[in-house]
């Protein structure tokens, strides 16, 4: 069945430092792979998204990555701020079958002051 | 506001209970989704909606959980004979419909669903 994978569960960064989130996913029909951000007691909120005919995508401090070969893509987060501290969740999704969404199960991110 | 909402946002009920959750998805959208998320796990999709149309339903879904969205505006899940592993945050989300889809789910801050 369709699958994401996501990987640290958990990540401390020193603030200034970069962030890296690595996901795998195993549907190959999935041609749409968003990030969301959840902070305590909110609902996931959409804060970069990549579709499947480009390799990368950067908006401000934040970047993403995907390699459709190898069905993987990132999260790059540079300069980090206490303020980046949150869960992150990849996702994968398809654009026929109403963008049903599968979520990885997230990363705890922590920024040091 | 013009965000999704959702109803109540926590609810206790004892075991064997029925329970309900209302959401009323961002108005011009389309498609209203349904997840369940519990601690350290990311949202799992339930089932989701375009307009009235019940269009998926996840196979991990019980027999006891039901989701209406009538005029297709509003949705509504209901869980029937509640257990404890029912005990999750309920999320609702909603989208814009086909021809101006971008696929960005646009989530509710979720009804906390704790069965005693």
């Known amino acids: 069945g369709e699958n994401v994978e996501q990987h640290p569960s958990t990540l401390s960064v020193q603030e200034g430092d970069s962030a890296v989130i690595k996901c795998t996913y195993s549907?190959?029909?999935?041609?749409?792979f968003p990030w969301y951000k959840q902070e305590l007691g909110k609902g996931p909120q959409l804060i970069i998204d990549?579709?499947?005919?480009?390799g990368e995508k950067k908006d401000q401090r934040i970047a993403v990555t995907l390699n459709k070969t190898a069905k993987h893509f990132s999260l790059h987060i540079t300069e980090t701020q206490p303020e980046d501290s949150a869960v992150y969740f990849c996702?994968?999704?398809?654009?026929?079958?109403?963008?049903?969404?599968?979520f990885g199960a997230g990363t705890r991110l922590f920024v040091k002051a | 506001d013009t965000g999704v909402s959702q109803d109540p946002r926590h609810k206790i009920t004892k075991r064997g209970q029925n329970v309900t959750f209302r959401c009323d998805p961002i108005?011009?959208?389309?498609?209203l989704y349904w997840y369940r998320q519990t601690l350290g796990q990311g949202p799992e999709f339930l089932t989701y909606?375009?307009?009235?149309?019940?269009?998926?339903k996840s196979r991990l879904l019980s027999d006891r959980f039901s989701a209406e969205r009538p005029k297709g505006s509003f949705s509504t899940l209901e869980i029937q004979r509640t257990e404890q592993g029912d005990s999750a945050m309920y999320l609702c989300?909603?989208?814009?419909?086909?021809?101006?889809?971008?696929?960005?789910?646009?989530f509710g801050e979720g009804s906390r669903l704790t069965v005693l």
């Open positions: 989300a909603s989208s814009i419909g086909l021809g101006q889809n971008t696929g960005e789910l646009f």
């Open positions: 549907d190959s029909a999935s041609n749409y």
């Open positions: 990549i579709r499947s005919n480009v």
């Open positions: 996702a994968a999704s398809r654009n026929t079958g109403g963008f049903k969404t599968i």
């Open positions: 108005s011009e959208h389309n498609r």
């Open positions: 909606f375009q307009n009235e149309a019940q269009l998926e």
